[in-house]
């Protein structure tokens, strides 16, 4: 069982910067891949980003690549989200996700577990 704990969100000016946090339990967090999702209002789950288990290999969405980098920190048991140039449609609750396998999946349905997500509110 992990359990996920997300921080970091809230409320940004188009163009600045935000950095999420997740924080996972277990002793065996290198062997999860990890990926960040959000959901907007009315919208449906949509990913954002995927790390491998070591942190080698990496995914994003087209809408946020280049803008976004995704991280991860095994010996502290946590994963980020770097967020510059924030845009206003990039507001939406984003919710950590951890997959048992080392590889990286851009789908929802492979995540076994989630955090409750953390709001970011990107004002224009």
């Known amino acids: 069982q992990v359990q996920l704990v997300e921080s970091g969100g809230g409320l940004v000016q188009t163009g600045g910067s935000l950095r999420l946090s997740c924080a996972a339990s277990?002793?065996?967090?290198?062997?999860?891949?990890m990926g960040w999702f959000r959901q907007a209002p009315g919208k449906e789950r949509e990913f954002v980003a995927a790390i491998s288990g070591s942190g080698g290999s990496t995914s994003y969405v087209d809408s946020v690549r280049g803008r976004f980098t995704i991280s991860r920190d095994n010996a502290k048991n946590a994963v980020f989200l770097q967020m510059n140039s924030v845009k206003p449609e990039d507001t939406a609750v984003y919710y950590c996700?951890?997959?048992?396998?080392?590889?990286?999946?851009?789908?929802?349905?492979?995540?076994?577990?989630w955090g409750q997500g953390t709001q970011v509110t990107v004002s224009s």
């Open positions: 996700a951890a997959k048992r396998s080392l590889r990286i999946s851009r789908l929802a349905r492979e995540y076994d577990y």
């Open positions: 277990g002793r065996t967090f290198s062997m999860y891949a």
